[in-house]
């Protein structure tokens, strides 16, 4: 959208969407964990839903960063 923010954040963009990429698989599993060492109730269940569902939005995140970039 501004060229010139673009410009001066350098490839600092897409780096941190491919850190956020990667931190996604390792925050989901430790998600996964989390669900089977506590008490099961629906907002846990539905958070642990949720976080399998962003793998996909992390992906479109970087490839975004990266057309910009």
Do not use: Q, Y
Not at 10 to 28: E, I, N, R, Y
Not at 32 to 60: I, M, Q, S
């Amino acid at each position: 959208m501004w060229p010139s923010a673009a410009r001066r954040m350098g490839m600092a963009l897409p780096l941190l969407a491919l850190v956020t990429l990667a931190s996604v698989p390792l925050a989901t599993g430790a998600g996964e964990w989390l669900e089977k060492h506590v008490d099961g109730n629906a907002l846990v269940r539905r958070h642990t839903e949720l976080g399998d569902g962003l793998l996909p939005w992390a992906a479109g995140l970087f490839v975004l960063a990266t057309v910009i970039w």
